[in-house]
């Protein structure tokens, strides 16, 4: 099994704090940042020198005091004074919802609790600059699910924000919209611009256009929330753009990159620019992408669902490499990728572990603790 490759086409996109130039790159020597993966620990994780893994939930089993979700998905961290919280989605159907695992600054787990309970196989979703989790409905007709991570307030649902099969979420704070992706076989690529921001309650839904080449535009839904029997809002408007299965999304620096698992490929929306591109190809070892998280480095770092199950990195020098594989585990994908405040802590979640199972108490949550680059 090959350990690393690079990206084979990149034009005018930024990471934070690093410009990707704007011809296509060729393939460049490297590899990882941080060196190649070990063997399998205890817990079934290889990982690289300096690194280390612990489980911190299991489905079916009591957390801080709640039995965690099955079929743990995506997954955001906010602070908490000199703590921080973990939230995770659960893609069952009926009862799905989301829960929160609340950490002292130790690292040690406080109590965990639901924030959002009765929903319908919430997938992933996204964290808001006001420190609210958006949770996603992957379900026809669809809801996002606006929930409190600190379990003070009840969640809300934002109709406005459409009705469609809901993947994933990031907000631009620059331009003050939502960015959306839609897991359908053409589904395509959505913007919501609240009439205030901070209030989901109330907006406009964009849908992303092609104007040629990859050059974009933005036109508006006609009907953010049709009927069972109207024309869904993918299909509203002709000159829409489709991706096939948009999976997670993550702003930083006046790019939404976004993946889509039947493209097998990363791409990169440009705001600035107004142009989409693919920053990586799906040629590579990453395989099957999903969730993607990143960080102020400019390094991204995708998830797989299936593959050999591993979150690998993209780095802003074109290496794509594996930071972590689980072991034993083909029948399941890794969902949930983030970061805890200050960095240093990687959480994720198998969504079906060992067991490969959907509802039952297969999924396992874990932590990765390690020299992270910032």
Not at 78 to 106: C, H, Q, T
Not at 164 to 180: G, I, S, T
Request: aromatic share 10%; proline share 6%.
């Amino acid at each position: 099994m090959r350990r690393r490759t690079f990206l084979t086409a990149v034009s005018a996109v930024a990471f934070s704090g690093a410009v990707w130039h704007d011809a296509v790159a060729s393939v460049a020597a490297g590899e990882s940042p941080y060196g190649p993966l070990g063997a399998p620990d205890a817990n079934g994780v290889a990982l690289p020198a300096g690194f280390s893994s612990r489980i911190v939930a299991r489905s079916g089993r009591s957390v801080g005091g709640t039995l965690w979700h099955p079929a743990p998905d995506g997954g955001a961290c906010f602070p908490d004074g000199a703590g921080w919280i973990y939230v995770s989605n659960s893609e069952v159907p009926l009862v799905g919802g989301a829960s929160a695992i609340k950490f002292r600054a130790d690292g040690s787990i406080e109590r965990a609790y639901r924030i959002l309970s009765g929903t319908n196989l919430n997938c992933a979703g996204g964290a808001t600059p006001w420190n609210t989790w958006l949770s996603c409905e992957e379900i026809f007709r669809g809801r996002v699910y606006e929930t409190d991570p600190y379990g003070n307030r009840s969640a809300q649902a934002r109709n406005a924000m459409g009705r469609f099969k809901h993947e994933a979420a990031a907000c631009d704070p620059d331009r003050r919209v939502v960015y959306l992706t839609e897991d359908e076989g053409d589904g395509c690529f959505y913007r919501f611009t609240p009439t205030t921001w901070g209030d989901l309650s109330s907006g406009r839904l964009d849908v992303l256009c092609g104007t040629g080449g990859d050059g974009v535009e933005w036109r508006p839904v006609p009907d953010p929330t049709p009927g069972v029997f109207a024309r869904q809002t993918r299909h509203q408007v002709s000159a829409a753009r489709h991706f096939d299965g948009g999976e997670g999304c993550h702003y930083a620096a006046g790019v939404c990159y976004f993946t889509a698992k039947g493209d097998r490929k990363v791409w990169a929306y440009d705001a600035t620019r107004q142009t989409v591109t693919s920053v990586y190809d799906g040629t590579g070892t990453l395989d099957g992408v999903d969730n993607i998280t990143g960080r102020p480095s400019g390094d991204l770092y995708v998830a797989e669902d299936g593959g050999n199950m591993e979150i690998n990195i993209i780095t802003p020098a074109r290496v794509v490499a594996p930071v972590l594989r689980l072991d034993g585990q083909a029948g399941s994908e890794i969902t949930g990728p983030a970061f805890s405040p200050d960095g240093a802590r990687l959480y994720f979640s198998s969504q079906r572990g060992t067991s490969g199972e959907q509802a039952g108490t297969g999924g396992i949550t874990y932590e990765v603790t390690g020299p992270f680059r910032r």
